[in-house]
């Protein structure tokens, strides 16, 4: 890793401002003067990757060059666009998209926004944006000199490939603690191949060009000082960074009293902590477990009823949680179906529930997650991996709130990893075992036992 410094230890010497600003000076510096083809950067959670790639497409429209952005979803385009325009209204972005994917409307209010699902009618735009599989079907025009791949670490190295050769070089920005790419076929006859189509496009790219620029974001802007530390030790101990706020710089509070029951007991230590574990009795379950289903919309409706509020670096005055700031997480889309059930039954709406894959990247003031070995009996591959706990413990400003039966540590150390060890694969580090077992350690220190 080269152009970032550690981040350092002694809170004292620490500067977060002052250490982002170094790490995106530098980045930028590579992008705009560099002479490789591609600078890649780590980005852990809310580390103002959006902010950087946004900055990176101003500057470089700024300097006079046209450049494409990449990003993965249809979604991700509408943001970025949406942010791209709202930083400089002048700013003649091209939004290129499917026929049968028609934008977000809500880019109807940037009049600089151009819009087509032909290239040739936004070549002339300063910056044109559209999701990696789009790109895949651009054949036939000059190459742009710049492009920013966004969700990096998220795309897979054929989508690279398909469009390596639309530019000339590249800033992949990405987060690698997160879910690896999706793919809906088998992989395994590729596994250890240089030219795995499967395999992360950031993995594949340093994999043939070891000499690229790589620099990393070492602030998270959104992960209090409560969370960073487990974040970062658990999920990225090679790339550590910190939390752009310190301890009191966010608090959490309520307006109602408790009424003594598990998820409000639950709820004041989260407020105080930042986390808070509700603990279920051991028992085998089926995967939309009732109780711990019934468990979490408790909690969301109690912390609505009782008015959460919080203060933080944001707002100095106290800001209520709403429900469209709270949002539930889980592993599987039947579960997610299961608490929207629960809390419609409670009269709870505006709330986010999804999976993983869908909340990843996106933040709220507090989330309640149902954890994903949660009354299995078994530890799978897909369960115990470490991008999956990552997202649903790095969604929150304020507060996190883990629902869960008692029992995991033990399955865990009954179930140790028996995927196939394959030559020319690394082994990813650390793994969902060794994850798992230090996000249930800290959660140990702020259990509170589910009493119905």
């Not at 980005?43 to 046209?66: F, I, M, N």
């Not at 590729?190 to 795995?196: I, K, P, Q, R, V």
Request: hydrophobic share 40%; with cysteine.
């Amino acid at each position: 890793m080269t152009g970032t410094a550690e981040p350092a230890r002694n809170d004292e010497d620490f500067d977060p401002g002052a250490a982002a600003a170094l790490a995106t000076g530098r980045i930028l510096h590579d992008t705009r003067q560099g002479t490789k083809r591609g600078v890649v950067v780590d980005s852990p959670p809310g580390a103002g990757k959006s902010t950087l790639v946004v900055r990176a497409a101003r500057e470089l429209a700024d300097s006079g060059e046209q450049l494409m952005i990449v990003a993965q979803t249809n979604a991700q385009v509408d943001d970025l666009t949406d942010r791209l325009a709202t930083a400089d209204p002048g700013l003649a972005i091209g939004r290129l998209h499917g026929t049968d994917s028609p934008p977000d409307p809500a880019l109807d209010r940037h009049p600089q926004v151009a819009r087509s699902p032909k290239v040739a009618e936004l070549r002339g735009r300063q910056v044109v944006i559209a999701t990696a599989a789009k790109w895949g079907f651009v054949k036939d025009v000059e190459p742009w000199r710049h492009a920013i791949v966004d969700e990096a670490y998220q795309m897979r190295s054929d989508a690279l490939l398909r469009v390596a050769g639309l530019f000339e070089r590249a800033l992949f920005v990405g987060d690698p603690g997160q879910l690896d790419p999706f793919s809906v076929v088998g992989a395994e006859q590729w596994a250890g191949l240089s030219y795995d189509p499967s395999a992360s496009a950031v993995v594949t790219l340093l994999a043939h060009n070891p000499d690229l620029p790589q620099h990393r974001l070492p602030v998270s802007w959104r992960l209090p000082a409560s969370a960073a530390p487990l974040i970062s030790d658990a999920f990225y101990p090679d790339t550590r960074f910190r939390s752009g706020t310190g301890p009191g710089d966010r608090l959490m509070s309520f307006t109602g009293p408790g009424d003594g029951g598990a998820a409000d007991r639950v709820l004041d230590e989260a407020a105080a902590a930042g986390w808070g574990l509700l603990e279920l009795p051991a028992r085998f379950t089926p995967r939309t477990d009732p109780e711990a289903v019934g468990a979490v919309a408790a909690v969301v409706r109690r912390l609505l009823e009782r008015g959460g509020r919080t203060v933080s670096e944001r707002s100095p005055q106290p800001q209520p949680v709403t429900a469209d700031r709270v949002a539930v997480g889980t592993a599987h889309r039947d579960q997610a179906a299961a608490v929207r059930s629960a809390l419609a039954r409670l009269g709870v709406t505006g709330v986010t529930v999804d999976t993983a894959n869908r909340l990843q990247g996106r933040e709220f003031d507090v989330t309640v997650v149902l954890h994903p070995l949660s009354g299995r009996p078994d530890a799978t591959a897909f369960h115990l991996e470490t991008g999956r706990l990552c997202v649903l413990a790095s969604r929150h400003r304020h507060a996190c709130v883990v629902v869960c039966r008692a029992g995991v540590d033990t399955l865990l150390d009954d179930h140790p990893s028996t995927e196939p060890l394959q030559l020319g694969v690394a082994v990813k580090f650390p793994d969902g075992w060794e994850a798992n077992h230090a996000v249930l350690a800290l959660l140990a220190e702020h259990r509170v036992r589910w009493d119905g």
